[in-house]
């Protein structure tokens, strides 16, 4: 049901996704700004607090097309987030979902090569440009590309090439990551310092618009059922768009655009920009080992990398098993729409109880509320067949969804946000863009690797048995295939999700028994034992 927050914890976004934020494995996906460009923001906002706004009219442009870049951004994000749905009513193998859950790790993973877009640029052509232009460029041929193959990737004669499909599409991840790391930089310099929190506007809901547009809107789109029953008068056995035909319109704007970009646009030559600390590469991945080797940020790192093991089956495959219990997929998208108001509001009351000097408190408060959703998304996945009815499901059903992924999300941004106020707190202000990336980065890949495990999982915790062909069994994808062919059917036993559940919420509880007061320990400590002594860095 929600990348995530594979949009949220993946990107450090809102996933405004309803199986995305359960299914994504909290990948997919979305962040309010590249965490060391959020935290310029707040240094310049808390820098001219006193004075006032500059007239944003003035740069208005600027805002517009910052808006639109993070529009371009969220699209690849929204587009990767819908192929698990489609995959689904494919009936694939969670082993292949889990296969396919690689393709949203770059976004975790974006620090490793953050420092070279950073370092390494053409003067004369522009900072930023000389990664965004080709980043771009590569980005639009891809579609257009994939707009070419991807019905072949998807549907082949023996179902779909998973790892042909996973490299693919974590190819066309990794330079959305890319061209992230570039918008985000620029963001910090196009506008002025007293209009530089617009950046963070434009972040937020140019970005939440593109992964709308690329996930619910097109899986709205593509449904032969949601077309035929809503935008239609003559039934058609196709929806209004496909998936080639959405590649590769996005990928003509992403050509278009980025000829103007290229030949209009210049880099701003103020101030700010010209003073704008260029580190060299050494010197950027000296200072993340230097960092890690701090005691306190290695504990820390340690607990982040399993504090979501409890969430990993309730995240990562509640929304494809309710997609296999025939829950229509468009439908959970469009539950997302709703969500928004609610994504909104939750960072900014949440933020007033993590605003003081122990904002990990929320952290820990939180987490057996999320586990405890765990068993009841179960119930709910178990629920599902039972209310099916052959004109659909009714409407009291989507309601109790729709309340469950409400509550989700309280306990998903209680988490988030108190993790986000730490790794602020802690952070050396000599070097807290770098710090807090190195945190969120770890803070991510503690999601990505559980969701991954889970998914992979499922197939080996669930048990069948062939009815009706003697001598058959269901082990495995092709001896299922031979028991249907010999005129039997596999029966589950036991599915493996359930099973997964029970003990993902028992681990929870166990972590958060006896490694929660440890977190609280962390917590305490000084701020000398965050502080990172600049030193030789190999």
């Known amino acids: 049901m929600s990348p995530s927050l594979t949009y949220k914890e993946s990107r450090q976004r809102r996933q405004n996704n309803l199986y995305s934020d359960l299914n994504n494995v909290e990948y997919s996906g979305q962040e309010d700004m590249d965490e060391d460009g959020r935290e310029a923001l707040l240094q310049d906002c808390e820098l001219s607090a006193p004075q006032k706004s500059a007239n944003y009219k003035a740069e208005l442009g600027n805002i517009l097309f910052l808006l639109f870049l993070y529009v371009l951004q969220g699209i690849p994000l929204g587009l990767a987030a819908s192929i698990p749905l489609i995959l689904q009513s494919k009936n694939v193998s969670y082993t292949d979902q889990a296969i396919f859950s690689f393709v949203f790790w770059p976004f975790s993973l974006k620090l490793f090569w953050a420092p070279l877009v950073d370092s390494l640029y053409i ?34 004669e023996h179902g779909p090439d998973m790892f042909a499909l996973t490299a693919t599409f974590f190819l066309f991840e990794f330079l959305a990551a890319t061209q992230d790391i570039a918008v985000d930089g620029w963001a910090l310099t196009m506008l002025s310092k007293e209009n530089v929190g617009y950046a963070s506007t434009c972040n937020s809901v140019g970005q939440t618009a593109g992964y709308f547009m690329g996930n619910v809107l097109f899986l709205a789109l593509e449904s032969a059922d949601f077309c035929n029953k809503y935008l239609r008068i003559t039934p058609q056995p196709k929806g209004l768009v496909t998936l ?32 704008e600390e260029t580190q060299s590469v050494k010197e950027a991945y000296g200072l993340l080992l230097n960092i890690v080797r701090m005691p306190a940020v290695l504990k ?10 409890g969430f990993s089956a309730a995240d990562a495959v509640t929304g494809l098993k309710l997609i296999e219990r025939g829950v229509p997929k468009e439908h959970l998208a469009l539950l997302a729409v709703p969500m928004v108001p609610l994504q909104i509001l939750l960072p900014l009351i949440i933020s007033k109880y993590t605003a003081g000097p122990k904002p990990l408190d929320i952290f820990l408060k939180a987490i057996p509320f999320r ?29 109790v969804i729709l309340l469950s992924y409400a509550l989700h999300q309280i306990t998903l941004y209680s988490m988030f946000v108190a993790i986000m106020a730490f790794n602020a707190k802690v952070s050396d202000p000599l070097i807290g863009g770098t710090y807090m990336t190195l945190l969120n980065t770890v803070s991510n890949l503690g999601g990505n690797w559980p969701a991954t495990m889970a998914l992979g999982m499922v197939d080996h915790l669930t048990s069948k048995e062939c009815v009706g062909a003697e001598g058959h069994s269901c082990i495995g994808h092709d001896a299922a295939e031979l028991c249907v062919k010999s005129g039997g059917s596999c029966v589950t036993l036991v599915d493996g999700y359930y099973v997964e559940s029970i003990v993902c919420v028992v681990i929870g509880f166990c972590w958060w028994f006896f490694f929660g007061q440890r977190l609280k320990k962390l917590q305490d400590e000084g701020q000398s034992s965050w502080k990172c002594r600049r030193r030789n860095y190999f």
């Open 300 to 309: 820390f790192c340690v607990l982040l990398l399993t504090a979501k093991i």
């Open 123 to 156: 003067k004369k052509f522009g900072r930023r440009k000389s990664w965004l232009v080709p980043t771009q460029y590569i980005l639009g041929l891809f579609m257009m590309y994939l707009a070419a193959t991807v019905d072949n990737l998807l549907g082949g």
């Open 244 to 275: 080639p035909d959405f590649l590769f319109f996005w990928g003509v704007i992403f050509l278009v655009t980025t000829t103007f970009v290229a030949v209009l646009k210049k880099e701003n030559k103020n101030e700010k920009a010209s003073k």
């Open 371 to 399: 586990l405890l959703m765990g068993l009841e998304f179960a119930f709910l996945v178990w629920w599902t067949p039972r209310v099916s009815h052959e004109t659909g499901f009714p409407l009291y059903y989507y309601l």
